[in-house]
């Protein structure tokens, strides 16, 4: 199947804003898929941070916000603080396809 | 919410893996457990999915045919077994809770499982 396409890196200072995009074809990431993402610090399992494209699980910093519009998805962390440097993963949940991961982000915070 | 994996694996190419996913702290036959792997280095793939409460399956599409998942609902456990193991097949093995019914994201992971395939 296609993939969903991440950046390989992004970067920020700490209390700036960046964003991740999540992009792909109408059959991986099309109107009725659903986004979430995963935080993964090195050598432990994935975090939820946002789920059903917008959605922030409880316990989750509002800093973290999603959205969806067409085939792309993305992540906004605002006011980055140094615990946010992690990998960032997006996820597609379609309709009668498998589920998709994208290649994942990692956020230097400088 | 608690989901507690098996140990690590050495295997050979060719052999079977079955890792166990003890799950605890939930109504276990209400939400689908998914297996997620990453390869060293790698990102994250999912494998394919479990409905407990009718044990309906959908693996994906580049493992079928290689991988079972069954679940014992009398010890909350779920299990993935992968046969004919190769090489691309070292990795970390995820047990993951579905977080809605439908299984729209992953809300509570395993700690994994290392599953090393090597001659």
């Known amino acids: 199947q296609s993939a969903l396409t991440q950046p390989a890196s992004v970067s920020g200072s700490p209390g700036q804003s960046i964003t991740i995009s999540c992009t792909g074809s109408?059959?991986?990431?099309?109107?009725?898929?659903?986004v979430s993402w995963y935080q993964q610090y090195p050598g432990k399992a994935p975090t939820l941070m946002i789920y059903?494209?917008?959605n922030r699980p409880s316990g989750v910093s509002l800093r973290f916000s999603g959205f969806k519009s067409g085939n792309t998805a993305s992540l906004t962390i605002s006011g980055l603080q140094a615990e946010d440097e992690a990998v960032y993963y997006c996820?597609?949940?379609?309709?009668?396809?498998?589920?998709?991961f994208g290649g994942g982000t990692k956020l230097t915070v400088l | 919410v608690q989901l507690v994996q098996s140990e690590p694996e050495v295997k050979k190419p060719g052999a079977s893996v079955k890792v166990s996913c003890k799950t605890s702290?939930?109504?276990?036959?209400?939400?689908?457990i998914n297996w997620v792997r990453q390869a060293p280095g790698q990102g994250l793939q999912w494998m394919g999915r479990?409905?407990?409460?009718?044990?309906?399956?959908k693996s994906s599409q580049r493992l079928q045919g290689r991988v079972t998942m069954t679940v014992d609902t009398s010890t909350t456990t779920a299990y993935m077994e992968l046969r004919n193991l190769s090489s691309d097949d070292t990795a970390v093995y995820y047990c993951?809770?579905?977080?809605?019914?439908?299984?729209?994201?992953?809300?509570?992971w395993g700690q994994g499982t290392l599953v090393t395939v090597t001659s």
């Open positions: 993951v809770k579905s977080r809605g019914v439908t299984g729209d994201s992953f809300d509570y």
């Open positions: 702290g939930y109504r276990f036959s209400t939400y689908p």
């Open positions: 479990i409905r407990v409460s009718h044990t309906m399956t």
């Open positions: 109408s059959s991986v990431i099309g109107d009725s898929s659903l």
């Open positions: 059903g494209n917008i």
């Open positions: 996820c597609s949940f379609g309709v009668n396809i498998d589920v998709i």
